[in-house]
């Protein structure tokens, strides 16, 4: 039985713990440092939320994509090169209306999807997010400095199983005109979450 | 397993630390511990359902007290160990400390023999099920109504996956609930969705 | 409140640290909290159900990781603090450190207006409420029927008394449930009994 | 907000605080030394099991007693001269049989009825008790070194008011003339708890 005493006074620190993983891994022949070379390359050049802003910013300016996104969002991501790992297998858009807002949470560990809105933020991943925000959804992104109108229904999406969701944010006006890449330019992985939105919206 | 994982609705927290343009990782060894992890996934050591499975069955104080990457590697390291890949010993040596571990599976479940093939508008009730092994339903849905807004793919069904036990796979529903029946009398108006699998629903006429 | 306090029936956790003749204090600090928190309570300071009340306002984290008597001297401090005998600042001048103290209160309530008067063989149902303050209903037991097996005096109603506000004493009732339909499939055989406030329970006819 | 990791780093040692309050209290004039010294008084010499145990031999002797302390179990341990805190407004003695198996618990916190049974062991105020055997009684009771017969209904009693309870435990037979005195050292706190047995019950 682990001794809560004991893992307080003898437990090997957390980068030490690793390092025995990784040293065990690499003598088996697995070559975790090329993969841990190949997972940061991912994960800061590729896992980036300006995929999904640029999913957003096409969902505002083409209509018929927005179409195909609204309906099959991993299918309709795909053909802006972007793609998602093998087991999230269906994409959910959540689009946010003048009455409506969304967020997502996942309340049982920290599902995202990760590789169109980027990974997810430490807050996301706290206890406090995944307690509260399912439950207290409005007090919490009031917290988080977004205060919702009254008349605002609030959709809080929990990703409990392997569909992920994104929610696509309200274009904001005054902005008819502009390009996709500007466009992209408002959107944040933030907005993309929910628990933000596009200034003037 | 009802564990102290099972974070939604809980109260006593405080308020979400939220900073614009906040970091996902802090320390160089939270990138290794994630790599780490999805090589042992590529490698076929094990599969997300156990790897999630495998942070639940923390010791409840090491869960809560641990940060996000430091359960991922306690998951890492237990599935590791019971796999045969590697042994305790080897790990508290390498590392020269003690390297605690989750603790130890009870038996996971196949499908529910009877489950409602289901479609938007329909109305459900999830069942009041309590379930030893691993489960993707949150708490605070069981028993609750609710009506279908969605329908996924067919998944892998977690309570037998996360258990290396053979199942069909499943779709799940999008389920709205109204926050005010989840919780009654202490819950901020809201539809909260939650994604659930064939086997936890059970039509309601 | 639903707090990690509430801790019937959650899994996870291993095999209780049973020895006979096992020790109830381990360090003298352990005894002089003890005392301390029956003299502030006898001097009038706090009362019992606000001193619970502080133990589970605890931050979770701390809560969890913190011993029995730990969790005693938090609530001691906080409440001396919320009435006005100390500060914190005084606390933690004294200590030379951190004093970390509980999360402040959510309102509490009063008697439940329309409550049944029971007896023993009575087939009760525990209401569904989720109370945001103090309150002495296990998790558990929510939503689940049971039969009165006994009537106790009347005590001061905690969900009021712990938050200061004028309410009507009650009897509880020990009501008997059946741990099977308390965690349907994920149980021991065996009669669960727990102490329940009139206010919690509504008449199952 | 508590912030967990300051809280591991600058926290004043337990000890530290504990000084902290008593010192405050003793420059209020509150006494706090001499109630100490009252209440190590109390808890070594005045609240303890073997209270509850000569409430028990004499339950088993005395068929007159045993009536009045099932009906009402404060005023009958007041005939022993044994008093309990007024906030205890009531105790209910569960009385084991050869069928029946009672065992106390207190989820929420862990009340006892302290001033009869004496204080509650350190294992009775563990999360491990509090969570575990409410649902999973027989393999905890195991687990703690007591067997019982499948047939035998488990009666598990979790103390969320200001009941009391304390556990009849089971005459061994054999016993027939003994004194209540020699009967009451068969008695110990864990079977008034209702986590052990007399020994040829």
């Known amino acids: ?201 | 397993m009802d564990g102290i994982h099972d974070m939604g609705g809980r109260q006593g927290f405080g308020r979400v630390r939220y900073a614009l343009k906040a970091q996902t990782f802090h320390e160089p060894w939270e990138k290794r511990v994630n790599a780490l992890y999805s090589l042992a996934v590529k490698c076929g050591i094990f599969n997300m359902d156990e790897y999630r499975h495998a942070i639940e069955r923390m010791e409840p104080r090491h869960y809560l007290s641990a940060s996000y990457y430091e359960r991922s590697l306690t998951s890492l390291a237990t599935l590791c160990v019971e796999k045969g890949i590697l042994t305790r010993e080897e790990l508290e040596r390498r590392a020269q400390g003690q390297f605690p571990l989750s603790m130890p599976s009870a038996p996971g479940r196949g499908n529910v023999e009877t489950r409602p093939t289901l479609k938007p508008g329909d109305k459900v009730r999830v069942r009041t099920d309590h379930v030893p092994g691993h489960v993707r339903m949150p708490g605070y849905i069981r028993g609750k109504t609710g009506v279908v807004v969605g329908v996924s793919p067919k998944y892998p069904f977690p309570d037998a996956h996360a258990h290396g036990i053979h199942a069909e796979d499943e779709p799940t529903y999008d389920v709205r609930f109204n926050a005010e029946e989840l919780w009654p009398h202490d819950a901020d108006p809201a539809h909260v969705h939650v994604g659930v699998f064939e086997s936890y629903l059970e039509r309601v006429s």
């Open chain 1, 1 to 201: 039985m682990p001794d809560n005493i004991h893992i307080k006074l003898n437990t090997a620190s957390v980068e030490a713990r690793v390092d025995a993983i990784q040293a065990a891994f690499e003598e088996r022949g697995m070559k975790p440092a090329e993969f841990i070379g190949e997972f940061r390359e991912l994960a800061e050049e590729k896992w980036l939320p300006e995929n999904g802003a640029r999913v957003c910013a096409k969902a505002w300016t083409d209509p018929a994509f927005k179409a195909r996104l609204m309906a099959n969002g991993k299918d309709a991501v795909a053909e802006l090169g972007l793609s998602m790992p093998a087991h999230h297998r269906h994409l959910v858009v959540l689009e946010n209306t003048a009455s409506i807002h969304n967020v997502i949470v996942c309340t049982l560990c920290s599902c995202t999807a990760f590789s169109i809105i980027g990974l997810p933020p430490d807050w996301y991943k706290d206890l406090e997010y995944r307690a509260r925000v399912v439950r207290q959804s409005r007090t919490v992104l009031k917290e988080m400095g977004l205060e919702l109108p009254a008349s605002t229904e609030i959709r809080v999406w929990d990703t409990t199983a392997d569909t992920r969701y994104m929610v696509l944010p309200m274009r904001p006006s005054g902005t008819e005109g502009w390009s996709e890449e500007k466009l992209a330019g408002l959107i944040s992985k933030d907005m993309m979450i929910g628990v933000a939105r596009v200034a003037g919206t």
